[in-house]
């Protein structure tokens, strides 16, 4: 690693950063002439009013206002366009991986959205985009007003350049970008691909661990967030806005990377989720799937999530007298599962890196055929699940599907037959 990618550390803390020393003012957020000559602006992530623990706001110090461009333009993007989009339906549905794309191709314009609910102007849902990018961003950069970009890599490393300064991405890290913050990714392999979910709900936050106590699960010490870079660099440049599923374009003559210096609770940051400190039952039965919720975005019903961002990590499994995959299941919340390595322990194949599957509000799911019948006659040593890291996204809104869910290269057509042939054991003469 060098220099420029050292850490803060922590989650929801007060941080401050300053590229250039000095460059943060002292006793005020906003005095008549900051440091340097550079411009206060403030970055609200949360209404002003709301309590205390809920409440975001960094304030940037910067060599020119975020407003200074020409006015927004709606430009056309065919993946993240919702003119197709198709209402929440019950069927089961799983996917293949996404293709590299073949023709120079960037973080943006290699996006499309698989998976949406609710809506970005009432503050509630999310939706589910896969990248495939093979060039840098160039003179682009992005923001999303809809929500903020947990994004989840399977293939590849990155660089994520925001207004806060500058994250590495590999494999096995996510990466948090917050409503409105501006940032470019550029490629430090030659394809990278992944999953973001665009959170249009509150915040991710850590979830409550209730009984478990202080410790467990993501710990705030391991998330990362960057110190104060920026780019000191006049030219053409081009601001992509995501507003209301729409692309907007416009025009500035400096880079609007151009923050010296920052204090406050609203940044980007990334987390490796190999330090998840996993919760497993060690006698018998399972707990439920929510002991590995990494990040949650709390809908306006306690307890209810608007979207829980929730990890299967290597981890022993132990139960004794236990059909030890996950259980078969019909859910009031919607789940969207994803592979970043490996395999999941519930499907024997049809399950990759890349692809996902879907089950909607009560619709049931669970082990294929095969799965189930060796789980019915492992012997049930203690034994590691190796080699997997899926995760879910799981919503209290069902999942609507766009028409790209549809691409027959990508969905798989057959993924019922997998649970069709589970065998009639029932017996009413033996017990
Ligand atoms: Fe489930």
């Known amino acids: 690693m060098t220099k420029e990618y050292t850490y803060q550390t922590g989650f929801g803390s007060y941080w401050q950063s300053e590229a250039l020393p000095g460059a943060l003012p002292q006793g005020q957020n906003s005095p008549q002439k900051p440091p340097f000559g550079l411009y206060a602006e403030q970055l609200s992530g949360s209404a002003f ?112 350049s925001t207004e806060f300064g500058k994250l590495t991405l590999s494999v096995g890290e996510i990466a948090v970008i917050p409503r409105g913050v501006r940032f470019q990714v550029n490629l430090l392999s030659p394809t990278i691909k992944g999953y973001i979910c665009e959170n249009f709900g509150s915040p991710l936050t850590l979830p409550d661990l209730g009984p478990i106590g202080s410790n467990g699960l993501a710990n705030p010490k391991d998330f990362l967030i960057p110190h104060a870079a920026y780019e000191e660099k006049q030219g053409d440049y081009v601001l992509l806005g995501k507003f209301n599923h729409q692309l907007w374009q416009a025009y500035l003559n400096y880079s609007p990377l151009n923050v010296v210096a920052w204090h406050g609770n609203y940044a980007p940051y990334k987390y490796n989720l190999s330090h998840f400190n996993t919760i497993n039952t060690v006698s018998y039965d399972h707990c439920d799937p929510s002991i590995f919720t990494v990040l949650t975005s709390q809908s306006a019903y306690p307890g209810v999530a608007n979207i829980d961002f929730v990890i299967f990590p290597e981890r022993w499994m132990v139960a004794e007298h236990t059909f030890r995959p ?14 970043i390595q490996g395999h999941y322990d519930a499907k024997a194949d049809g399950f ?67 649970w069709q042939e589970i065998p009639i054991l029932f017996n009413a003469n033996e017990r």
């Open 49 to 160: 009013t709301r309590a205390r623990h809920l409440n975001y706001r960094s304030w940037l110090y910067r060599i020119l206002p975020s407003v200074v461009h020409s006015p927004f333009q709606a430009i056309a993007h065919e993946g993240i366009t919702l003119e197709t989009q198709n209402a929440p339906r019950p069927t089961q549905m799983r996917w293949h991986a996404m293709a590299s794309p073949h023709k120079p191709t960037d973080f943006i314009d290699g996006l499309k959205t698989l998976l949406f609910n609710g809506a970005p102007s009432q503050h509630q849902g999310a939706a589910i985009h896969l990248y495939a990018a093979n060039t840098d961003m160039g003179n682009r950069y992005f923001y999303s007003a809809d929500g903020e970009w947990l994004i989840v890599p399977y293939e590849g490393d990155c660089e994520l």
């Open 326 to 339: 996950p259980y078969y299941h019909r859910n009031v919340m919607s789940e969207f599962m994803g592979l």
């Open 352 to 418: 990759v890196p890349g692809g996902g599957s879907l089950h909607n509000m009560m619709s049931g799911h669970g082990p294929d055929k095969e799965t189930t019948l060796q789980a019915i006659n492992a012997k049930l040593i203690p034994q590691k699940q190796t080699n997997t890291l899926a995760f879910m996204l799981e919503s209290c809104l069902p999942w609507a599907t766009t028409a790209f869910a549809f691409d027959p290269n990508l969905l798989q057509s057959n993924y019922h037959d997998c």
